[in-house]
């Protein structure tokens, strides 16, 4: 049984393969096109898909689409958003989903409809591992639910509750996300990074803007909220409120800014912290599962799980609207076989393509880089990448199959030393450009987490943070509040960068490596060697290890690598054509 799942026509469009309930291949769209959060849909990520598993669309028997385009459209119409925005009836006109899917994609088998947070909840549920379990799903909107309640057990799910637009957690932390200068549906990260720097100062105000009802419920204040009647997230009655005029993208952040940060993560919390007490009661499960958007907030995942009442928690990693992709696919393989899809817990999110050390040898000679070849040699070349890191140095690193999700897990990473206190600006200046206030996260063999981390549980995905509790000094990766977000590295999903933790163990004493994700500012992770070796010839990262070859910088003067750049960006040949093109 071959199901394709897509998501599309929003942001983060996403397409996955569910083979006989197993989970093949998955990947977000932008990754191959390029453009940050592409919406289209994902005719690329659906061609690599059947690749990887050498299927052709003959071989294709369902193709589940992650929500209800109808439906959709309805609330839409009701809350007046396309009169703001005449292109968007044109992508979410019910029909254009299914014509898209048959025209672009040549496809004319079964499609099958989800419904959004249904699609989120089967995410997690079906790939937790639990065999029962609790299941909470929060995101700015679907088609109607922006909350949701539910419980699975065996192959069954339901969801018995759900809050409706435009009450909406995801939307309440989005508009002060706008609020504070930031933009919507990336900037979310933003304000939970800078409310460690705040006090709650001002949580009795966030709290005029929501209040708490029976049940799973909760209302905004709509008075406060313009995203009904227009373009702005706020009315002008909020700044009014917090007393202040609303923050301009480029002007300097405060200590208010923090502040309101502070207060408006403390209130998320509090209301996660009442509904999942809710949904306990109601379920009875000592597991949860969770889901959305607003999932992907790891300080509130940290919360929900040290008090809250559940005793095991899993969070999707790909919680945004790609990993709807998958969920809609495990509800059509549901509704098909009537079995449970997942095949246990979901192992790893290594779920994208990859290249093999011929195709990276080929490309790389097709420019006139300098690299040194260390097939066979691996243990030589994770020695030299440790010793390289030891000496200061900031690594590019790509190796195996790409990840699905929005966190580089150590298959398209950076990676530095988190001892070093100038790391953090260091690699803000050289490649993420973004604000110094947001901190990097640390990968730690799985072995030795406990002693420099207060976890006592694996965290492979970096969706919860913690304190750091190590006697090395970590200033790099240690967030102002003493906590970080830890990934658990461990050997049986990605050896090579279990072993590259392990050599730089033995050089410098410290099995934690800075860890966050390759990609320039603006730009999606990088997915092929060419975009790679691109990041890092736009960039100054030092070195590039790219499966078994390296990259110096230092043995490729500026004029060679300007002239790469030139070589790459005209040519359309060379890997990219060679594992995508195909059918
Ligand atoms: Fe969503």
């Known amino acids: 049984m071959n199901i394709i799942g897509i998501s599309a026509f929003f942001h983060d469009s996403a397409c996955c393969l569910l083979q006989d309930g197993c989970i093949k291949a998955a990947a977000e769209e932008e990754r191959f096109t390029r453009v940050k959060a592409d919406p289209s849909l994902p005719g690329r990520a659906f061609k690599y898909c059947l690749r990887e598993a050498g299927l052709t669309i003959g071989d294709i028997d369902c193709i589940a689409y992650y929500e209800d385009p109808r439906k959709k459209l309805a609330r839409q119409l009701w809350s007046g958003v396309l009169a703001h925005s005449p292109d968007l009836m044109q992508r979410i006109d019910p029909g254009h989903v299914e014509r898209q899917i048959r025209e672009t994609l040549g496809y004319d088998g079964l499609i099958r409809y989800s419904e959004h947070h249904l699609s989120h909840a089967a995410s997690s549920y079906y790939f937790s591992g639990f ?3 609790a299941i909470f799903t929060v995101d700015g909107v679907g088609e109607w639910a922006t909350t949701t309640y539910g419980m699975g057990s065996g192959h ?17 932390y989005s508009t002060i996300t706008s609020y504070l200068g930031f933009g919507v549906n990336d900037g979310e990260y933003k304000v939970m990074g800078l409310a460690p720097y705040g006090k709650p100062t001002y949580a009795d105000k966030i709290e005029k803007l929501i209040s708490l009802q029976k049940g799973g419920q909760y209302r905004l204040d709509m008075k406060y909220f313009g995203f009904l009647a227009g373009n702005c997230m706020y009315s002008e009655r909020l700044p009014e409120l917090l007393g202040r005029a609303p923050r301009r993208e480029d002007a300097k952040l405060g200590q208010w800014h923090a502040d309101i940060a502070k207060s ?7 209301v996660q912290l009442d509904k999942v007490n809710y949904l306990y009661e109601r379920t009875g499960s000592d597991n949860l599962c969770m889901a959305g958007g607003v999932a992907l907030n790891c300080v509130a995942n940290g919360q929900i799980l040290r008090k809250g009442p559940f005793k095991r928690l899993f969070v999707q990693p790909a919680s945004n609207d790609a990993g709807c992709a998958i969920g809609a696919a495990a509800l059509a393989h549901v509704a098909l076989t009537d079995e449970r899809p997942g095949n246990g817990k979901l192992r790893h999110v290594y779920l994208g393509p990859s290249s093999t050390n011929r195709q990276i040898h080929s490309f790389l000679e097709s420019t006139s880089i300098r690299y040194k070849d260390y097939r066979g040699d691996t243990e030589n070349l994770l020695t030299i990448t440790a010793r390289q890191l030891n000496e200061g140095k900031v690594i590019g690193w790509f190796c195996g199959r790409m990840e699905f999700g929005p966190r580089s897990l150590g298959g398209r990473s950076i990676l530095a030393d988190p001892r070093r206190t100038e790391m953090r600006d260091r690699i803000n200046a050289m490649v993420k450009k973004r604000e110094g206030f947001r901190p990097f996260a640390p990968a730690v063999l799985k072995e030795k987490a406990q002693e420099h981390f207060d976890l006592d549980h694996d965290s492979p995905y970096m969706l919860e943070t913690c304190q750091v509790i190590s006697s090395l000094d970590l200033p790099a990766i240690t967030h102002v509040d003493g906590s970080a977000r830890v990934q658990t590295v461990h050997r049986e999903t990605n050896p090579r960068f279990y072993d590259l933790l392990t050599a730089f163990e033995k050089v410098s004493g410290c099995p934690i490596l800075l860890n966050t994700s390759f990609n320039v500012k603006g730009e999606p992770i990088v997915c092929t060697p060419e975009d790679a070796v691109r990041c890092f010839i736009t960039s100054d990262i030092d ?8 990259i110096d910088r230092q043995e490729n003067d500026f004029d060679r690598l300007k002239f790469i750049l030139m070589h790459i960006e005209r040519s359309d040949s060379g890997i990219r054509h060679d594992v995508y093109t195909f059918i």
């Open 131 to 133: 065999t029962e379990s």
């Open 156 to 172: 069954r799910l339901q969801l018995f509750e759900e809050v409706e637009f435009p009450d909406s957690l995801g939307l309440l």
């Open 264 to 270: 408006l993560q403390v209130v998320l919390e509090q």
């Open 543 to 550: 070195l590039l290890v790219i499966e078994d070859f390296i």
